[in-house]
């Protein structure tokens, strides 16, 4: 199961941002300091012109880049609130998500795929308990590129139904280990950190990100 940090701003990280605000020097107090230091200069040794020059160019090089960052800053916020308008459309639909776990939830089973990347091999999906043992395997024939759907119905290989829970997912292509995914229908939406976009939270899943997601059914 993946789980999803989800960002907490509290006051104290609020204040903590202000009070670093407050320490900084801005473009206005640069200036201010500037006019005070040609104000108090030595008539006899005047402030060298160059220096003065120098000192411009900085406080306008800071300035520019201040105004660069505050743009980033707004059309990352703006991309960020499109990102989770857009998840919210998944909601209520089925997605197909890596995992190689799945929670049984009911008597009609679940849904998964593998991925292959090689045709004209057998393929197999193994279910495995908590303890590590075998307790399903289903066969997927020799299926095309791509993402091979199958179905688990709940049962071990004796036919007798298994208790529901969480349950290992394995799957071969000929002798190759391949990665396993799991479908499941969306029941909400949100933001995972800044740096980590919309995330989804996917019934018998749990929580993934949106751009982990491999397939909307």
């Not at 202000?18 to 008539?43: G, T, W, Y």
């Not at 707004?74 to 998840?87: F, H, I």
């Not at 139904?161 to 949100?190: D, E, F």
Request: proline share 3%; hydrophobic share 40%.
């Amino acid at each position: 199961m993946a789980d999803i940090s989800i960002n907490n701003t509290n006051s104290a990280a609020s204040q903590g941002t202000q009070k670093s605000k407050s320490n900084s020097l801005s473009q206005a107090d640069f200036l201010s300091l500037l006019i005070q230091q040609m104000r108090n200069q030595d008539p006899t040794q005047p402030m060298d012109s160059s220096q003065m020059v120098s000192q411009l160019a900085q406080i306008s090089q800071v300035s520019a880049t201040q105004a660069l960052q505050t743009s980033f800053n707004s059309l990352s916020t703006a991309m960020q609130g499109n990102q989770l308008l857009q998840a919210s459309n998944l909601v209520g639909c089925e997605v197909t998500v890596p995992s190689s776990a799945a929670k049984l939830e009911s008597s009609a089973g679940l849904d998964g795929a593998i991925n292959v990347s090689d045709a004209g091999q057998t393929a197999s999906v193994q279910i495995v308990d908590s303890a590590g043992k075998v307790v399903r395997t289903i066969g997927l024939g020799t299926p095309d590129v791509g993402l091979a759907d199958f179905h688990w119905d709940g049962l071990g290989d004796d036919g007798q139904p298994l208790p529901m829970g969480t349950y290992g997912l394995k799957a071969q292509v000929g002798t190759t280990a391949v990665q396993t995914y799991v479908t499941g229908k969306v029941g909400s939406v949100g933001m995972a950190g800044t740096d980590q976009g919309a995330y989804l939270q996917v019934n018998g899943f749990g929580g993934v990100l949106l751009a982990q997601v491999a397939r909307v059914n």
